[in-house]
């Protein structure tokens, strides 16, 4: 097959030749199969302490070890992207993914199930990086809030109906049929690409350097290891087994960091937050991160606990507000696309943090539907700033910092999710058990719930918090224009 490398056009989606829709569905069936993996396991975890005789916290690294491994992988995705084809890179990740998949399909014991887990998650995270890449190559600025809208319904929706699917599966057909229903759409993706996925990017192989490599590998794998430990440990962040990865990690990556700024090819290059609305869009991104946390996290246990509905139920109301989410990305992106981020993020902010506010005023009498209403607000103030932000901040990094940019978002994925449920769920633990002790009747059930009540509270209070920076940022925010493109109306501007 013959690479393509270059072309008259400076995207290949102006190029009336160029069959944008195969290289799109290639990329897409993949990264949906290899999200929706991430949550299609969570609903089998009590089911595979019972067929390996494992504890929870045993079992439990079926999550934790893939955020890790994930959190180790990302940052090398940039240098990867200089060296290899995306054709090479797409398939390698999907090879490495589906090898995986079988691994755990066929696995005798936990610990082989665990090593497939493991191969699953390298794929996976090299995967998105690739896919955004790809898209940032291929598409104007001018048309990229669509498309990347497109891609962030592949990713909210393939982890909404992961829960749902998986709970149907592993009752009618056994858990094993969560990884051998995943395989021949991994298999078809692989096909599919070999078929007619070209190549977009330049190769430049520039040199690796070893030591960042182990400065990454330790830095990230450390904190996402520190803070997934929190819920384990009694004594929560004060445990040494906790806070003494989270100094290790975090001291690796200001070494990690020092030195990129020191190589002349650095293998994850920091400048990117040199560009104004990059940076705001990483702090946008980590913000609706934390909010969305306390609610992914916090309301099951709060709808389980004092509102006493099954684990069912508590999914079934969450869940027209994940699927709204994926289902309106497509939309915001294309208003983005017509209207810039300040009328998307503006509003949305104001509602974000209206709704955190709303579900800080939870008690025992709250009826379900309000939790439908406020979780569906949630998400759709979600998908009206995510995407946007993190297109809007792509657009302005020239083309060179593209892979670069792109491996520094998606490492902040699993390292947010792993602070976002520890520091939500010690928040949540720490205020029960403050309210317990000054009880006179700590066993009493009305008083447990109670505690919880308090604790939710204080979690969605400090949520809203948080959530004004989000409304902060979304009255700084501007559209931002590609700097090369800047530079040259500069140049213009300078020669007139």
């Avoid at 045993?58 to 999550?63: E, L």
């Amino acid at each position: 097959m013959t690479e393509q490398n270059s072309t008259k056009y400076e995207y290949l989606a102006e190029d009336p030749n160029f069959k944008v829709m195969p290289i799109m569905l290639s990329l897409i069936i993949g990264a949906f199969f290899a999200i929706l993996n991430e949550t299609l396991l969570n609903i089998a975890l009590t089911t595979l302490m019972g067929e390996f005789n494992v504890t929870l916290p045993t079992v439990q690294w079926m999550a934790t070890g893939f955020m890790l491994v994930m959190g180790v992988v990302i940052p090398a995705s940039a240098v990867l992207l200089q060296w290899f084809t995306t054709r090479q890179l797409f398939l390698g990740t999907m090879i490495i993914f589906t090898i995986g998949t079988i691994i755990c399909a066929a696995a005798p014991t936990f610990s082989i199930l665990l090593v497939g887990r493991f191969i699953q998650a390298a794929g996976t995270g090299l995967l998105m990086p690739v896919i955004f890449n790809v898209f940032l190559l291929i598409f104007p600025p001018h048309k990229r809030g669509k498309i990347m809208g497109i891609v962030g319904l592949v990713i909210m929706f393939a982890p909404a109906i992961g829960p749902t699917l998986s709970g149907i599966i592993v009752e009618y057909l056994g858990w094993r049929f969560l990884f051998i229903c995943v395989i021949p759409f991994a298999l078809f993706s692989i096909a599919f690409a070999y078929k007619y996925l070209i190549n977009v990017s330049e190769i430049t192989k520039p040199k690796v350097d070893v030591l960042s490599l182990v400065y990454s590998t330790i830095g990230f794998g450390s904190l996402v290891y520190g803070f997934s430990s929190v819920g384990e440990e009694e004594a929560g962040f004060l445990s040494p087994d906790v806070y003494s990865f989270i100094i290790i990690g975090a001291a690796a990556i200001i070494l990690f960091s020092v030195r990129q700024f020191k190589l002349d090819d650095p293998v994850l290059d920091l400048r990117v937050f040199k560009y104004p609305m990059y940076t705001h869009g990483v702090l946008m991104f980590l913000v609706i991160m934390m909010t969305m946390f306390s609610s992914e996290i916090i309301l099951p246990v709060f709808m389980q606990g004092p509102l006493a509905l099954s684990a069912a139920t508590a999914g079934l109301l969450l869940l027209p507000g994940s699927i709204l989410n994926g289902v309106m990305s497509p939309v915001m992106g294309h208003l983005f696309d017509k209207f810039g981020p300040r009328v998307l993020m503006i509003p949305a902010s104001l509602v974000l943090s209206g709704t955190m506010f709303m579900m800080s005023r939870l008690d025992a009498d709250t009826q379900p539907w309000m939790i439908i209403v406020g979780y569906i607000l949630l998400m759709l103030a979600a998908s009206a700033i995510i995407m946007p932000a993190e297109t809007n901040g792509l657009n302005q990094l020239p083309k060179r910092l593209y892979p670069h940019g792109t491996s520094v978002m998606t490492t902040l994925q699993p390292v947010a999710g792993a602070m976002g449920v520890s520091v939500f769920i010690s928040i949540l633990n720490a205020r029960q058990q403050h309210y317990l002790n000054q009880s006179a009747t700590p066993e009493n059930p009305g008083t447990i719930n109670e505690a919880m009540i308090a604790g939710v509270e204080l979690v969605y209070f400090i949520a809203f918090a948080i959530s004004v920076i989000a409304v902060i940022l979304g009255f700084l925010v501007y559209r931002a224009m590609p700097k090369d493109q800047e530079e040259e109306a500069q140049m213009e501007t300078e020669d007139i």
